[in-house]
């Protein structure tokens, strides 16, 4: 395993991921805005956004995450 591949800093590996699940079921700016929350530099969610080729591979453990659903302001 290189350099670029190795996770040092697993709290904000999982705040990506957690980022990206967001992505995946919302959109770019609520994952933007939960990962900047979670303190994760611009460059790096610039690149997971940007650039979906050159993300690593989440762990076992960030595979399994819950359901994310779409809340309504009437819900609230």
Not at 54 to 61: G, K
Request: hydrophobic share 35%.
């Amino acid at each position: 395993m290189n350099e670029r591949q190795r996770r040092s800093d697993a709290v904000t590996a999982n705040a990506v991921a957690r980022g990206l699940n967001i992505l995946d079921v919302r959109n770019a700016v609520l994952a933007r805005r939960y990962m900047r929350h979670k303190g994760v530099s611009d460059a790096v969610i610039a690149r997971v956004i940007g650039q979906p080729d050159a993300r690593r591979r989440e762990s076992s453990e960030q595979s399994v995450s819950e359901a994310i659903t779409p809340t309504h302001s009437e819900d609230r």
